[in-house]
């Protein structure tokens, strides 16, 4: 009897203690975090683009903070997925072919400036004013500020605009990760091991 | 040699064979002169140059033919006299065989130099030793003078230390790659100018000492300084170190750190510490830029590698393509032909042989298969751990490669990516063949990358919500419009209705709306105020950026800021002018002592106002005729509406002086001087008269546009002088 | 014309790990001829049955996984695998015990990870340890007392490789027998030490013949770090760990193994020198391979003086294995240009 009263008084003390451990450390080292939306409006390539539906990242990262689905955005593409899994502790989904492709290369706008009119209609689209112009005056890409969102191209009435990759000149490249022996597949097995005995 | 140096040992390192025997056994040739010389304006580390030259000028030796843009950039000088053939997109050396702007120019044969001189002689000084030191970094500036050890930093740059101290200098000359003898034959043969560089260097920055650091495999080289230091009797001051041969010594931390044990903090400059480190290549040229005005045009280059029959050392002009090079050493490409420019450790196999000698060219080395073997494919990692023994920086060069190798980008970052200096020892000993230094380039590349996206999403973030603020602010202020424009009309209503209350209505509104204006004003110059501090602030952190160039690549970005924020004090300034216009026609409006706006005296200013124009328009034209530009008739119309205004100002001044002598006829005697003065001006009148009328003939002949406007303003005068004409006739009467 | 586009550096050392590995397996010969010496051919030939099998089921794998089987074999760390397992298994132990431990270790603790290189645990130690949980008896029992020592007969070479594939116990027994380790482990809390070594394992000897194998595998070792193949970090730590802890927890030989036993019997050396130094699951920072090294040391102890088992090389090795990539991100060596080193994989802190 009195083996299970010392130990029910073990178990008893040691909850007490572990409890008042965790209740101590949960005030200690209280973490205090971004609100969620900013976090996962972080995540977000903030091209503002809409393509997921939403009249730009912040909206559709306030939609996420309340529970709507985290793979419409097709300029994050599979890594800013992946992130707000990671953020969210959800399961990564592939992207929602309905919102659009992800691009290979990122890409900005540019007006063919003698064909443009000078409608303002590009510039009242750019949810990032990377548009210069005023009416009847020709209209130019501000480049370094264009996110390539796609957004100028529909409005033009005269279709002056294209989107075209972005290039990489010497100061922006840089070298590719090597693909090495042990990481390829079989169908490149035989050049590797020609390779290695030419 | 007067001093002791006590040397340090950096950790790590290799020992691979030197090869060094095959170039430096003869004395450093002349290249012969190519069919085009190939110069790419971004040969230095910073912005490109900006070509100051047209297709199919002549340029002569020497003569600048791309300005540096901005602070870290470099100038750049024809190598030789000739033509330029070709401004255009060609593959330019560099790793990736991407295509950038480059100046070709076709040489005449002739070598004509441009003008040049020392800068002694330049400034018309007795002694070279009072070179003020501004002087002289804007001579190594305008020389085009970029560090020639490899990273082509500008070297004017790196000499702009701003507030650091600096106690040592020290001179690379230990070249550790295998292979490269360039450094060597220079100082063996131009040691004379290393020490000469060594010593405007010194005087520049102020040092005490100066340390010349060489490997003990160059016995020559460490004679030849040693003589030269006795000829410039500067021993005192300047002392060549001999340092145990082992690679990377001559990287520039690892040479700090054997020479003064010092250990340059991370993500920082040698300045922090009181030091400057140039390379030997970089002092002579200075040397040769300070004493003889000769800019960067040439350099010397190891030709090497067992695919070349005759090995050694030339003096190339800047330019010159590498397969002239290559033949001039009998080039036999051989199975799978590589060439790498640079050395075997740190240098990048060219794609073609096509591309041109720079600045930062210090070795071609062409190896056969047998003689340099390309890498078995890469095993996987055993984490044996020789990588991280033979690592310089003390990194942990296996975990890096597993970081990377799985894109961790973040712990590869929190282990020290950044301070790998890509000396190649990892890869070297690496027993698996582990392309190493290409997965930590790779990463690197992709943080950079990473972080420039993230730094253009947090800008789109910041534009975009601006952007929404601001739909928002207007809508909501057309909507208050609106509603004031309501309101007003109800009121409008109900003033009509009751009209005893509706006169003191206007009398509130005007002074309601003068404090308004007046806030509006003080709001205005608040913001003002606060641009111009950020401006200052900008201007402060673009300094900062500009002395220290690990934040170069910020400098475009604080420009930028600063021409924004410039941009938006002026309009600043234009918007607060304009509300203090407002601000002051609101009361000149409403105030009734300036009373009525046809009074004579106003109506003068008027017309004198009108009448300076009218001159500064006329002197403008006369200086656009004498220039012969083509604005000359848009500002020959602008003189005649000009002409036009003043007559009728003049007209409505005289007609209200008339109408005011009419009004006060009692004043007699006063009209008796205006009776003179009408004479004068009906003379003037006349001429005036005469004047348009030649103008008009003028026009008609040149058969201008203008005719119209000049038979009106003709048709006016005359009108004018018939008006004149009939006042003389009345006052005169008086 | 294309030329050869590759990233620097554009030459090589002559280190690769084929070599690094054949250099291993050389280390281990004397050590091997010596255990032949005392032990008869049990040894030799089970080693050269766990090198077959190693070498089978590496290819098996390489083929099943569509790789270059002979690219990859010639790197020949399935032959130290297979090595250093026939040299820690009990001499006369079956044949099955030797093909189960081996192609367990290839197939399970090296390639199912993604073979050499990704493996998180020793795999000759995964193997050794799989055989000696499942088959306690077999493992313990057919060690061999050393005619040397004794002076009685050993199995001949036909004998042994009857006792090994045939499995006759009868011939088996009157060669058999536990450890120097465990004997005294098991006995001394009845006999004193003295009348402990008068027993045949000892024959006054303390070691029974194993101070020579040990001293082989050290001399090996002491090769293998002339040649730079392994630092002294990890041998040294876990030797001196394991002598502090033997000098002040058991100094009284009447109670407890002596250090000379501990050092020199039992599979001590191999240990310290081929099995805690694989570099693949072993910490790598200089810091590192000391707290991992004396964490071996400590464990052996530990296992040795109060587990069930007489030996623990393996659970050691094993155990640390776990431990290797965390000591690994505290232990950052300090870098150039900082001053302080940096601590745990947490990204940030500057």
Redesign the interface.
């Known amino acids: 009897m009195s083996t299970i009263i010392i130990a029910i008084l073990v178990l008893a003390g040691l909850a007490a203690i572990f409890g008042a451990l965790l209740g101590f450390a949960s005030v200690r080292f209280k973490v205090e975090g971004n609100p969620v939306v900013d976090q996962v409006n972080d995540l977000l390539p903030q091209t503002q683009c809409g393509q997921c539906g939403f009249p730009g990242c912040k909206p559709y990262a306030e939609a996420i903070a309340d529970g709507e689905k985290i793979n419409k955005c097709p300029p994050g593409g599979e890594s800013t997925i992946q992130a707000l899994a990671d953020l969210l502790g959800v399961e990564p989904e592939p992207l929602d072919a309905e919102h659009g492709a992800e691009k290979d290369v990122p890409m900005v706008a540019y007006i063919r400036e003698d064909e443009c009119i000078g409608c303002t209609k590009c510039i009242q689209a750019c949810p990032v004013d990377a548009i210069l112009g005023a009416a009847k005056q020709m209209h130019t890409v501000i480049v370094d500020e264009c996110t390539g969102c796609d957004l100028c191209v529909e409005p033009c009435p005269v279709d002056c605009i294209d989107m075209v990759p972005q290039s990489t000149d010497t100061s922006s490249w840089y070298w590719q990760a090597p693909t090495t022996g042990v990481e390829l597949i079989a169908t490149d097995r035989r050049s590797i091991t020609t390779e290695a005995h030419a | 040699m007067t001093h002791l140096i006590q040397l340090h040992e ?2 790590g390192g ?1 020992h ?1 064979p030197e090869n060094k025997r095959q170039s430096n056994s003869r004395p450093i040739r002349k290249a012969s002169l190519p069919a085009e010389l190939v110069l790419p304006l ?1 040969q230095h580390i910073g912005a490109p140059a900006n070509p100051v030259v047209a297709v199919g000028d002549s340029v002569l030796k020497g003569q600048v033919i791309a300005e540096p843009e901005g602070f870290v950039s470099a100038p750049l000088h024809a190598p030789t006299s000739g033509k330029i053939s070709a401004i255009e997109a060609r593959q ?1 050396p ?5 295509s ?1 702007t480059c100046i070709v120019i076709e040489p005449d044969g002739e070598e004509t130099w441009a003008e040049h001189q020392g800068l002694c002689d330049a400034l018309g000084l007795e002694h070279c030793d009072d070179i003020p030191k501004e002087k002289l970094i804007e001579r190594i500036r305008d020389c085009g003078i970029a560090g020639m050890g490899g990273a082509g930093f500008p070297t004017a740059v790196k000499l702009h230390t701003g507030q650091h101290n600096i106690d040592t200098l020290i001179l690379n000359g230990a070249e550790c790659e ?1 292979y490269i003898t360039a450094d060597d034959m220079l100082m063996r043969e131009h040691a004379s100018e290393v020490i000469r560089g060594a010593q405007i260097l010194l005087q520049i920055l102020g040092a005490e000492r100066c340390l010349i650091g060489v490997e003990d495999n160059k016995p020559e080289a460490i004679a030849a300084l040693e003589d030269a230091l006795v000829q410039h009797n500067e021993e005192h001051h300047i002392d060549v170190v001999t340092i145990p041969t082992k690679y990377p010594s001559g990287g520039e ?1 690892q040479l700090i ?1 054997i020479l003064t044990g010092k ?6 400059i040698p300045a922090s510490l009181g030091i400057v480190c140039q390379n030997v290549g970089t002092a002579a040229a200075i040397a040769d830029a300070v004493d003889l005005g000769r800019p960067l045009i040439s350099r010397i280059t190891t030709v090497t590698g067992d695919a070349v029959r005759d090995k050694g050392n030339w003096e190339v002009l800047l330019g010159t393509p590498v397969s002239h090079l290559l033949s001039l050493s009998g080039y036999r490409p051989a199975k ?5 420019m ?1 050395g ?10 096509g591309l041109p000698v720079v600045k930062t060219t210090n070795c071609l ?1 062409a ?1 056969t298969d047998k003689e ?15 990588c ?2 033979a690592c ?5 060069p ?2 890096l490669y597993w970081f ?2 799985a894109q961790e980008f ?2 590869a ?4 990516l950044f ?1 790998c200096i ?1 000396c ?1 020892a990892c ?9 190493l ?3 930590y ?2 990463s ?3 943080i ?2 990473e972080r420039a ?1 993230a730094e ?6 910041i ?6 603020e601001r739909q928002e602010r207007e809508k909501a202020e057309k909507e208050a419009k609106r509603k004031a424009r309501a309101e007003a009309a109800a009121k409008a209503q109900s003033a009509k209705k009751e009209a005893p209350i509706a006169k003191a209505a206007p009398a509130t509104e005007s002074t309601a709306t003068e404090p308004t204006t007046d806030a509006d004003l003080e709001k205005l110059q608040k913001q003002l105020s606060a641009a111009q501090a950020a401006v200052a602030k900008t201007k402060e952190k673009l300094e900062a950026a500009r002395e220290n160039p690990e934040m170069a690549d910020k400098i475009p970005a604080f420009e930028s800021a600063l021409t924004k924020t410039q941009d938006k004090i002026k309009t600043l300034a234009k918007e607060i002018a304009a509300a203090k216009k407002a601000a002051k026609a609101a009361p000149a409006a409403t105030g009734p002592d300036k009373g009525d706006p046809n009074s004579p005296e106003r109506l003068q200013k008027k017309w004198e106002t009108a009448a300076a124009r009218l001159d500064t328009a006329r002197k403008r034209l006369e200086d656009a005729e004498a220039e012969g530009a083509d604005t000359v008739d848009a500002l020959r119309t602008g003189v005649e509406k000009q002409e036009s205004r003043v007559a009728e100002a003049k007209a409505a001044y005289e007609a209200a002086l008339k109408s005011g002598t009419d009004n006060k006829p009692t004043e007699a005697t006063a009209t008796k001087p205006d009776a003179e003065q009408l004479q004068k001006k009906l003379l003037a009148q006349k001429d005036r008269v005469e004047k348009a009328r030649e103008r008009l003939e003028m026009a008609r002949a040149e058969k201008l546009d203008s005719v119209d406007a000049l038979e009106k303003a003709l048709n006016k005068q005359l009108e004018k002088l018939a008006a004149f004409e009939a006042q003389t006739s009345t006052t005169g009467e008086v | 014309m294309a030329l050869l586009t590759l990233s620097s550096p554009h030459t090589h050392g002559p280190n690769r790990t084929s070599r690094i590995m054949l250099t291993v397996a050389l280390a281990t010969l004397p050590g091997l001829a010596v255990m032949t010496w005392f032990f008869g051919f049990g040894t030799l030939i089970n080693t050269v049955l766990a090198v077959v099998t190693a070498l089978f089921s590496e290819a098996l794998v390489l083929k099943l996984r569509k790789y270059p089987v002979s690219f990859f074999l010639k790197d020949n760390t399935a032959l130290v695998t297979g090595l250093l397992l026939g040299l820690a298994l009990p001499p006369l132990a079956p044949w099955w015990i030797t093909v189960l431990a081996t192609s367990f270790a290839i197939i399970f603790a090296k390639q199912i990870y993604g073979g050499m290189g990704n493996n998180p645990f020793n795999p000759a130690m995964v193997g050794y340890a799989l055989v000696l949980i499942s088959f306690p008896v077999q493992m313990t029992t057919n060690w061999v007392t050393s005619f040397q020592v004794t002076g009685s007969e050993i199995a001949g070479f036909s004998e042994a490789l009857s006792i090994i594939f045939t499995g006759s116990s009868s011939a088996a027994d009157a060669f058999t027998g536990a450890t120097p380790l465990d004997q005294y482990k098991h006995l001394i809390s009845k006999e004193t030490s003295d009348e402990l070594l008068q027993r045949n394992t000892f024959n006054g000897w303390l070691n029974g013949g194993w101070e020579w194998v040990n001293l082989a595998f050290l001399a090996g070792g002491l090769f293998l770090m002339a040649r730079r193949i392994i630092t002294w970090h990890i041998p040294v730590s876990m030797l001196v760990a394991l002598s502090i802890c033997s000098l002040i927890l058991g100094w009284d030989e009447d109670l407890y193994t002596p250090l000379s036993l501990h050092l020199l019997s039992g599979a001590t050396m191999l240990g310290a020198f081929f099995i805690a130094t694989d570099p693949v699951s072993a910490s790598t920072t200089p810091t590192g391979k000391l707290i991992y090294g004396a964490g071996i040391g400590v464990l052996l102890y530990v296992i040795r003086t109060w587990g069930a088992y007489p030996d623990a090389v393996a659970f050691a090795v094993l155990l640390m294995n776990f431990a290797a990539p965390f000591i690994d991100a505290y232990t950052q060596p300090r870098s150039y240009g900082h001053s302080k080193p940096k601590r745990g994989l947490k990204p940030g802190d500057k």
């Open positions: 950096f950790d290799i691979p971004h330019v560099h790793a990736s065989g991407l950038e295998p931390k750190q250990e340059v903090p991370s993500g920082g799978r032909e590589r060439v790498v640079g075997p450790m740190m240098g990048f196999a060219l794609p073609t042989t080395l190896p340099l073997p390309t890498n078995n494919p890469a095993m996987a990692c055993i984490r044996c751990g020789l991280a023994d310089p920086a003390d990194l942990l296996q975990q990377s190798k973040d712990k970052e929190q282990h020290n301070d890509e190649g890869s070297y000993v690496c027993p698996s063949e582990i392309p230094v290409q997965y380039r790779f690197k590349g992709a950079r990358e996206a253009k999403a947090e800008q789109a973030r534009r975009y919500e601006a952007r929404i």
